[in-house]
Antibody, heavy 123, light 107 residues
Framework: EVQLVESGGGLVQPGGSLRLSCVAS????????MDWVRQAPGKGLEWVGR??????????EYAASVKGRFTISRDDSRNSLYLQMNNLKTEDTAVYYC??????????????WGQGTLVTVSS | DIQMTQSPSSLSASVGDRVTITCRAS??????LAWFQQKPGEAPKSLIY???SLQSGVPSRFSGSVSETDFTLTISSLQPEDFATYYC?????????FGQGSRLDIK
């Protein structure tokens, strides 16, 4: 069964940094594009960014709200996806989900979600 | 950015009812439309991709369709476990965008 397990969330002060991790299992992680999606308390879903696979040069895309502050990376040898978040703002407070993209058709589409990790930015 | 507008924002229905939720895109998105279900306190679950393709394990009472610019999620006969919030998403172009959500409550 496909599993995505996020970790690394917590309380951080405005201007601070945090690194989230997502460990994948039960599929060939290196084949898949991966997304981060977040959800502020009581709000809807917001796409954060995407990291492509090695075959596509590990290129990435970001939402305007996080571009220049957040960086997505991966370690295929560890089946892991990361989200480095710098210069955090109070509006970054959210549950962050790691999402796998399915490969049956293009463009690729979200298919499996992790359980999420909560990031709280507050002084 | 492509805006995704869902309607209704909330609705009440009974077990056994047929329910439809609509999502309209501000620009053409071809067939790059997905639907997700989220229950309180849980992660979203993928239901449908490419307008009408069911994700593995999703019951056949869920279906998706499109008419011109309106994308529709239909639940043919509501079950107790279907009461949740539903989101549409376009993945035609960046930034990927979601609808604001449609909350389905028990009447």
């Amino acid at each position: 069964e496909v599993q995505l397990v996020e970790s690394g969330g917590g309380l951080v002060q405005p201007g601070g940094s945090l690194r989230l991790s997502c460990v994948a299992s039960a599929f060939t992680f290196s084949d898949h594009y991966m997304d981060w999606v977040r959800q502020a308390p009581g709000k809807g879903l917001e796409w954060v960014g995407r990291l492509r696979n090695k075959a596509n040069s590990y290129t990435s895309e970001y939402a305007a709200s996080v571009k220049g502050r957040f960086t997505i990376s991966r370690d295929d040898s560890r089946n892991s996806l990361y989200l480095q978040m710098n210069n955090l703002k109070t509006e970054d407070t959210a549950v962050y989900y790691c999402v796998r993209l399915g490969l049956k058709t293009t463009p690729y589409y979200c298919d499996y979600w992790g359980q999420g990790t909560l990031v709280t930015v507050s002084s | 950015d492509i805006q995704m507008t869902q309607s209704p924002s909330s609705l009440s229905a009974s077990v056994g009812d047929r329910v439809t939720i609509t999502c309209r895109a501000s620009q053409a998105i071809s067939n790059c439309l997905a639907w997700f279900q989220q229950k309180p306190g849980e992660a979203p679950k993928s239901l449908i991709y490419e307008v009408s393709s069911l994700q593995s394990g999703v019951p056949s009472r869920f279906s998706g369709s499109v008419s011109e610019t309106d994308f529709t999620l239909t639940i043919s006969s509501l079950q107790p476990e279907d009461f949740a919030t539903y989101y549409c998403q376009q993945y035609k172009s960046y930034p990927i965008t979601f609808g604001q959500g449609s909350r389905l409550d028990i009447k």
